[in-house]
């Protein structure tokens, strides 16, 4: 925070200025914006707009750092009930003097330390729009306390700060979720790994790249119940799924003795894999096409693998870090980059009646690398897989749970994160081979690659799902 009181009251003693605010909608709002009250921006608007994303009548919405109101009043003006919070008397003075008394907004002059368990709870939605600026590195270059606290962030993590406030028993109502504008470096998507690990799904909204200044829009939330059903021998865990199976289930074997891959080759589990399927979508028709929830179900499994073995995902950007040493292989197999075997497969099966669809993932990784019909195999980890089917559970959480309020996963997020993490394997990574011959990858089309050689143009197709 800032060194001391004598820049903030310098600055206070200027006169309020009167912004206009485009709103994500369009809506042109003049705000007063007194000294030392964050204005609202770019990432004002961002934030709006993935607000305007969420599901659901509106409900109740706690707003952390109000600042001048904007969001707030907003929000207020299309139904949401909505309590803005600030530690500067001077933005809480400004965010009650811009509300137009249209809906519910009350505001309170206090901290987000000063949130416990007697705070009012059952929130629906818990926003902020976190600083996202490095703290300075000396004391010349910080700016008086309530500019630096709006701005930068030092000790505990934003992101932490909002889990530890969430996981106050009832903070936040049955389907309740967080939505935050956060930023993309290394330390905020640390502390989302490690969210996954405590059991909080995470979904990209909104991306924004300005310069060197990049955010994202993420939401969390407590997604599909941890109740898996595990059984010790089976044919294929396929067999264990109706169609009144409910979504997020799950069945996890020891052993499976005839279970099946793409195209009906063989899937047999060795001692010590995780085999096991998930009731991913239904009864509702998919709201995503055939490819994106093939590229979405293997992006959760390289997720789950990197996040269990304590490496850094990328949940808040596309680009992939060097220190994971896996790679996705078009159109669903887990590769080691290095070796350039396969550990792990995904495999989709739809079931219909009518207009009901019901769609399950069939997952199976390696523990130990193997021989499988003359070829060489990969494997995760030596000393067993335990734990991590409860990864790959909050993953797949992560990219396909239809929340009753989080908004449905972003399809060119989707893609350009698939794309990156994909882009070390053999077929469109450094080597660019398809056959043998030298080829560039043009882009994705609806279940194929398009694909370049020096004597043709190619659809590498080679995903559908299994009916």
């Not at 990784?365 to 003359?374: A, M, Q, T």
Request: one cysteine or more; a negative charge; glycine letters at 8%.
């Amino acid at each position: 925070m800032g060194i001391g009181p004598d820049r903030e009251i310098e600055i206070s003693l200027n006169n309020s200025s009167t912004i206009i605010w485009t709103d994500s909608t369009g809506k042109k709002r003049n705000i007063v914006v007194p000294p030392t009250v964050y204005p609202p921006r770019e990432d004002t608007t961002m934030l709006h707009r993935a607000l305007c994303k969420i599901k659901g009548k509106p409900g109740r919405m706690l707003e952390i750092g109000t600042g001048s109101g904007a969001i707030g009043t907003s929000m207020a003006e299309i139904g949401w009930e909505v309590c803005g919070i600030d530690v500067n008397p001077l933005a809480i003075a400004s965010a009650r003097g811009n509300h137009q008394n249209i809906g519910i907004f009350e505001t309170m002059e206090m901290s987000i330390e000063e949130i416990d368990e007697d705070f009012e709870k059952s929130w629906d939605v818990i926003t902020w729009n976190t600083p996202y600026l490095d703290s300075p590195n000396s004391d010349e270059d910080r700016l008086g306390p309530f500019e630096e606290v709006a701005l930068s962030w030092e000790g505990e993590h934003p992101v932490r700060r909002l889990l530890d406030i969430a996981n106050i028993p009832g903070m936040l109502s049955k389907n309740g979720c967080i939505i935050a504008l956060v930023s993309t470096n290394k330390d905020t998507n640390f502390e989302l790994s490690y969210a996954i690990s405590e059991g909080w799904s995470i979904r990209t909204i909104e991306t924004r790249s300005n310069g060197g200044e990049k955010t994202a829009v993420i939401a969390l939330w407590k997604g599909w119940k941890w109740q898996p059903h595990y059984v010790k021998t089976v044919s294929s865990t396929m067999d264990f799924f109706k169609e009144e199976t409910q979504v997020g289930s799950c069945v996890i074997t020891k052993e499976q003795t005839a279970g099946y891959g793409r195209k009906n080759s063989t899937w047999i589990s060795e001692k010590g894999d995780l085999t096991g399927t998930w009731r991913i979508m239904g009864p509702e028709p998919p709201n995503q096409d055939i490819q994106s929830i093939h590229i979405a179900a293997s992006l959760a499994i390289f997720n789950a693998i990197c996040t269990w073995n304590g490496k850094v995902f990328q949940s808040t950007t596309w680009t992939n870090t060097s220190s994971n040493d896996y790679s996705i292989k078009w159109p669903n197999d887990i590769v080691c980059s290095s070796t350039n075997t396969k550990i792990a497969g995904i495999l989709l099966e739809a079931q219909s009646k009518g207009d009901e669809i019901w769609i399950s993932c069939g997952i199976g990784i390696n523990c130990k690398p193997r021989i499988v019909d003359g070829e060489m195999k990969g494997g995760v980890s030596e000393t067993g897989l335990e734990g991590l089917e409860k990864h790959v559970h909050i993953h797949l959480t992560s990219w396909f749970e239809n929340h009753k309020r989080v908004p449905d996963a972003d399809k060119k997020f989707l893609h350009r994160r698939w794309w990156n993490v994909a882009s070390h394997s053999h077929i469109i990574g450094k080597n660019r081979k398809y056959k043998n011959q030298p080829c560039v990858v043009s882009e994705l089309l609806d279940s194929q690659l398009q694909i370049y050689s020096k004597s043709e143009k190619t659809d590498l197709s080679g995903i559908e799902i299994e009916d």
